[in-house]
């Protein structure tokens, strides 16, 4: 690479402090060029007027309107949302908001506070007789601090220093006199300092030599920004400031059951390597995409990096003991309209002229490119890999949703199909991801989604055995055993149509994840297993020999699968379905397999008679003693809430612990004949239980939440999250 070539590259990119996954932390702007708009489009409902320095309106009336209010950084502030997809021909044909696109001052003329780019487009004015104040800055971290340029940046914090105020501060001073029903939250992504981890990166795959290539993901000023030691510290900074917001609502007179804090986790902006639409060699990834990164440091962040942001503002929320925290995943929201991705394109690739071009928002990307060369543009480099105007109508989609009318709720953010809705935002869905269902005496087997939804779907009859997974992405899975030995597999609703998968089964195990999708394994009548990932991918022919088949799978690791021999020899596997098989134990009985992105495989196991074992973190992790006089065992595992084991004891008695391998035993409901378990970050536990009168309950939420009754004269039980 000649030294021009290599500067080049390097102008574009390497002075970026941009944000891979949450919160760009630089915040110098180009300067604005004077160039012709064109014809405006109508903009959302701006914020009510304000103080200067982004302080909210002085003592008004009480109203007895509803407001919503933002808090936190750039995920949330809307910064990028002046643009509608991206292009290397002129900035006016993805210009959608024009200049005053991040004027929030009451005369419309400019920011209250420069550079936090309270973008019109952001997602917390949706509009509907709601109103909406955006108090969240761009490269805000938990704690309000001034950056080396001179930009203030408000923290979740009650600052209030020469006229500058903390977040905090300014929500109290407008929740005293306006009629507050919701705090939208993001938080926590800059104190993870995704400014130095994205510079290496992009220097890293820069730098690189035909001699050598450089990763971020091996060097070690990178990684330490995910040490156990600094998850812990940044996760109590978000927990502090979550309090904080609960002080404010407090000292402005709210009691807690008056409100909800909506906290939202972070979307990725980009796919993972193998599903980039420029090669890794030459100048097109970044010279054209702006997007220049190696696969490995893209796939690490995506498997490292992001989930465990994501898991310090889930984990923050269960530790601030806040009972009125909702959970907005929006982890999957862009799936398929990620920068760079091979589903989407520039509007130039995709033949378009320009955002408004009709289906403009289903080619292109929701994700801002990363941007260098801006002097004498309108785009600002700390625009880069945050969600544009496409990415924050869709986000706005699912804030409404989750608003629901004032009946508060969280979810997972979706996309449910192409195409716009009426208020010409992408169609979006916020989705449960729990799935339950039950088989009857009569051999009918009913599922639905969510606890305490009524809405039971009958999945067939006569079946011999029910099983189901789910995730953000795929949606529900079903997958029936009929009475002919013949498994049937629908997916994306509890309606979809049904696939035959498989003939001559005996037992069926299914799970699923966002990025591999559905994992199937069966046993045949003869003790053969099989298994597949994916409905259109391939059987292979796993283990002869086996009583037992369990799967898992998640994004980070793959497919999970652990079976029993008819010799009660346990074995497992990981990675592939091709991946060798690691010897368990000997002298089981039974095999339960869970995986979680973080913290690896869990495997548990009933052995030495009725004594269960667990292991965690690897197939050769060491063993721990669970519990004797166990006679059935289930578990699961999330990023946030850990491992999840449940057993029904030989004297018919469910027990349950989560958190860690050697967490207490809680004691759930007597007279169990079976029970099944899940977990996932948003919800927490889920576990259901099967009575000796046939009386089908769950639960939710933790480990003491209340029973729910499902549904009588049931005989087998399946859960899913």
């Not at 200049?99 to 004015?125: F, Q």
């Not at 450089?214 to 996760?235: E, I, R």
């Not at 920068?339 to 990307?365: F, H």
């Not at 029970?675 to 933790?702: E, M």
Request: glycine residues 10%; negative net charge; proline residues 6%.
């Amino acid at each position: 690479m000649s030294g021009y070539d290599k500067a080049r590259r390097r102008m574009r990119t390497v002075i970026v402090a941009a944000a891979l996954a949450p919160a760009l932390l630089l915040s110098t702007g180009a300067a604005q060029a004077a160039a012709p708009h064109p014809a405006p489009v109508p903009a959302p409902r701006s914020a009510p007027r304000a103080m200067p320095h982004g302080a909210p309106p002085e003592a008004e009336p009480a109203a007895a309107d509803p407001w919503i209010v933002s808090l936190g950084d750039s995920y949330i502030s809307g910064e990028g949302g002046r643009w509608a997809g991206n292009t290397d021909d002129s900035y006016t044909k993805v210009d959608a908001l024009g200049p005053t696109a991040y004027y929030d001052n009451p005369t419309n003329t400019g920011e209250l506070i420069p550079l936090c780019h309270r973008s019109k487009s952001a997602e917390i004015h949706i509009g509907g007789g709601v109103n909406s104040l955006n108090l969240a800055c761009s490269g805000a971290q938990t704690s309000t601090f001034t950056n080396s340029d001179g930009d203030f940046k408000p923290g979740l914090d009650f600052y209030n220093v020469g006229g500058h105020q903390g977040q905090a501060l300014m929500l109290e001073n407008f929740a005293k006199t306006h009629h507050v029903t919701m705090v939208a939250v993001s938080i926590g992504g800059n104190d993870f300092g995704f400014g130095d981890i994205v510079t290496a990166c992009v220097k890293a795959y820069l730098e690189s030599t035909p001699i050598h290539d450089f990763y971020c993901k091996d060097d070690s000023a990178v990684t330490q920004h995910f040490a156990p030691a600094n998850v812990a510290l940044v996760t109590s900074h978000i927990t502090q400031a979550l309090l904080n917001v609960r002080t404010a609502m407090a000292r402005a007179g709210y009691a807690d059951s008056s409100y909800k804090i909506l906290l939202q986790n972070y979307p990725a902006p980009l796919p993972y390597g193998a599903a980039f639409r420029y090669p890794e060699s030459g100048y097109a990834r970044q010279t054209t995409g702006g997007c220049g990164m190696w696969n490995a440091d893209v796939d690490w962040a995506l498997n490292t990096a992001m989930p465990n942001v994501s898991s310090a503002e889930f984990t923050a929320a269960a530790r601030s003991g806040l009972t009125n925290i909702v959970k907005l995943d929006i982890s999957s929201a862009f799936h398929t309209r990620r920068l760079c991705q091979n589903t989407v394109g520039l509007l130039e690739e995709e033949g378009l002229n320009s955002w408004t071009s009709p289906g403009a928002v289903d080619k292109t990307e929701w994700i801002d490119q990363i941007r260098i060369a801006t002097l004498g543009t309108p785009y600002f480099q700390q625009e880069s890999l945050h969600p544009n105007y496409w990415g924050q109508l869709a986000l706005r989609n699912c804030v409404r949703q989750a608003y629901d009318n004032g009946a508060i709720r969280g979810g997972s953010c979706v996309m449910a199909g192409t195409g716009r809705d009426a208020r010409g935002e992408p169609n979006m869905a916020l989705t449960d991801t729990t799935v339950l269902a039950g088989l009857d005496t009569a051999a009918r087997a009913y599922a639905k989604q969510g606890l305490y939804s009524g809405a039971w779907a009958e999945q067939g009859q006569p079946i011999r055995q029910v099983a189901v997974a789910s995730d953000p992405v795929h949606g529900p899975v079903v997958a029936v055993l009929v009475n002919a030995g013949n498994l049937w597999v629908r997916q994306g609703s509890l309606t979809a149509p049904w696939v035959q998968e498989a003939v001559g089964v005996s037992q069926i195990a299914v799970a699923t994840d966002p990025v591999h999708g559905v994992l199937l394994g069966v046993r045949l009548t003869g003790g053969s297993v099989f298994a597949k990932q994916g409905l259109n991918g391939t059987w292979v022919h796993e283990r002869d020999n086996v009583a037992q088949v369990s799967v898992a799978t998640d994004f980070a690791h793959g497919p999970l699968i652990g079976v029993l021999g008819t010799d009660n020899v346990a074995y497992a596997k990981e990675g592939s379905l091709t991946a060798g098989w690691v010897q368990q134990s000997g002298g089981v009985h039974q095999i339960a397999v869970a995986a979680n992105p973080l913290r690896g495989p869990l495997i548990t196991v009933i052995g030495n008679g009725s004594a269960a074992w667990a292991r965690e973190g690897s197939l050769t992790a060491p063993w721990v003693h669970e519990a004797d006089g166990v006679a059935e065992i289930a578990d699961a595992s999330d990023s946030v809430h850990g491992p999840l084991i449940a057993y029904v004891g030989t004297g018919r008695t469910l027990w349950a612990k989560q958190g860690s391998l050697t967490a207490p035993w809680v004691r759930e409901y007597d007279n169990v004949t079976q029970a099944a378990v899940a977990t996932d970050p948003v919800h927490g536990p889920l576990i259901s239980a099967l009575d000796t009168a046939r009386v089908w309950r769950a639960k939710q939420g933790g480990l003491s939440a209340n029973w729910v009754i499902q549904r009588s004269d049931i005989v087998q039980v399946a859960a899913a999250s």
